[in-house]
């Protein structure tokens, strides 16, 4: 049975202690800077480090707090987002500015990505830095700019689940070289571009390389293995890339990994985990 919120949406107060049990599960705060669970209560919800001193609250550097949103906004908002809706339906059915249901949006995919098993490496990576990690302050970056370099995934889908690997030592460049030199059969998906097998890996995958997009050549009387797939990571994915119709390149490695997380709990109610994951405290990546 899915999570029901409705008892907690009745009121601020009601959402504010029910996100808190989830940031501070063992029912006291826990200072997000030195650990300690020792805190003196001061008022609105704020509490204060008896170690370190540190005034904070439930929040305060989780990924739940980057976003300016109320527990309330949250809860709706989080409702919205397991069930897949678009950042424009958010702002409208929690009367939000667009930008701030968009940015609210990222911070939940952010927090997916560092709970992937490869997320605290790619937010470490300069890619992460593109992404808007940067120690524990995630600053999601416009929407439109370019990304200083476009990363190369590989999807390995084994037994049912699909791992989405960032493949930090592969560029465009050398998807276009197997391509050229030794017909590595390739395909456009709009400004996607992704291949046949390639090691152990059904498929490599780029959005946004102008060069590759361009320069690709048709391997005569083949196409990748995974495009004529009926079921699986693939095809759940491709109807989805193309019903975000207009993914640009700086959007495509948060989308990937969604993608990678709804698939692996494709018969789950997710909206507990993702609960959950905004409730984590933001990676110290220093
Ligand atoms: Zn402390």
């Not at 609105?44 to 005034?55: I, M």
């Not at 929040?59 to 309330?72: E, K």
């Not at 808007?132 to 370099?149: C, K, Q």
């Not at 498929?203 to 005569?220: M, P, T």
Request: aromatic letters at 10%; glycine letters at 6%.
């Amino acid at each position: 049975m899915a999570l029901d919120l409705t008892r907690h949406l009745r009121t601020e107060e009601s959402a504010r202690k029910f996100l808190e049990r989830h940031c501070w599960p063992e029912g006291h705060p826990v200072c997000p800077r030195c650990g300690l669970g020792k805190a003196y209560i001061l008022a609105e919800g704020r509490v204060r480090c008896a170690g370190c001193r540190y005034t904070f609250h439930a929040l305060s550097g989780r990924f739940a707090g980057l976003a300016g949103l109320t527990p309330r906004q949250w809860l709706r908002l989080l409702t919205l987002f397991a069930a897949d809706e678009t950042a424009h339906a958010m702002a409208a059915a929690l009367t939000l500015a667009y930008n701030t249901a968009y940015k609210a949006a990222t911070v939940v995919r952010l927090s997916i990505l560092a709970a992937s098993l490869d997320g605290l490496e790619i937010l470490k990576s300069p890619l992460g830095a593109e992404l808007g990690s940067a120690a524990r302050t995630m600053r999601p970056n416009g929407p439109d700019e370019p990304l200083a370099a476009i990363p190369v995934f590989g999807i390995l889908e084994r037994g049912g689940m699909v791992f989405v690997d960032y493949l930090p030592t592969l560029a465009p460049q050398d998807l276009l070289h197997f391509n050229r030199n030794f017909s590595l059969p390739l395909s456009r998906l709009g400004a996607i571009v992704y291949s046949d097998r390639y090691l152990r890996y059904d498929a490599l995958v780029a959005c946004g390389s102008e060069l590759l997009n361009r320069r690709l050549v048709e391997v005569a009387g083949r196409a990748p293995a995974v495009d004529p797939r009926q079921t699986g990571f693939w095809p759940y994915a491709r109807e989805r890339l193309i019903r975000f119709h207009g993914v640009t390149a700086r959007k495509f490695p948060l989308y990937l990994k969604e993608l990678e997380f709804r698939y692996n709990h494709r018969d789950q109610d997710i909206l507990p985990i993702l609960l959950a994951n905004i409730a984590s405290l933001v990676p110290d990546l220093n």
